[in-house]
């Protein structure tokens, strides 16, 4: 199983849309970015994990699940950073690929020595670009399509079924 482990705010702190909102309203960057990683995790199929440090929120560490997606609030003591290498310890195996995002430089030769490969903020934000572009073309390749009964049937009764069935009529 593939797993992707995100730095939240080193993410947040990266992309420019998150960047602003974060100056606005920092749990509103973060719900942001869940939503993102939730719709990663739905096309990819990855487990993703998302970390924040508990400088931005002091309080107990805490784990969460929105959206399918894991997000772990760190101890007060300890650092995103810190938890992702344990992270990375305990998931990676010879079945497991561990992917971390983040452009913390020395955050990512940390996790290379632990077997993890690393996806930078740019790279991880590229991904998601081109992600909901291929979503984008399938729905409307799926529009295109004409809905083809197996009986053939006019197309204003092809039509007045397809309103009785979304609930139009």
């Known amino acids: 199983m593939d797993v992707l482990v995100v730095d939240g705010y080193n993410i947040i702190g990266d992309w420019d849309e998150l960047k602003r909102l974060k100056d606005i309203d920092l749990e509103q960057a973060r719900n942001l970015l869940i939503e993102k990683m939730a719709e990663y995790k739905a096309f990819t199929g990855y ?18 699940k929105e959206y399918r997606v894991e997000i772990i609030y760190t101890k007060e003591n300890e650092t995103a950073d810190e938890r992702i290498e344990k992270l990375v310890k305990e998931l990676k195996n010879v079945v497991n690929q561990v992917y971390v995002a983040t452009s913390d430089y020395a955050e990512q030769r940390t996790i290379f ?49 397809e309103k009785w069935r979304r609930g139009n009529e």
């Open 113 to 161: 020595g632990r077997g993890a490969l690393r996806k930078s903020a740019r790279e991880l934000y590229i991904e998601l670009i081109d992600m909901e572009a291929e979503i984008e073309k399938s729905i409307k390749q799926h529009q295109k399509e004409k809905r083809y009964s197996k009986i053939p049937l006019p197309d204003d009764i092809l039509e007045k079924f």
């Open 47 to 64: 487990r993703v994990i998302i970390i924040f440090d508990a400088f931005y929120v002091p309080g107990v560490a805490s784990k969460l």
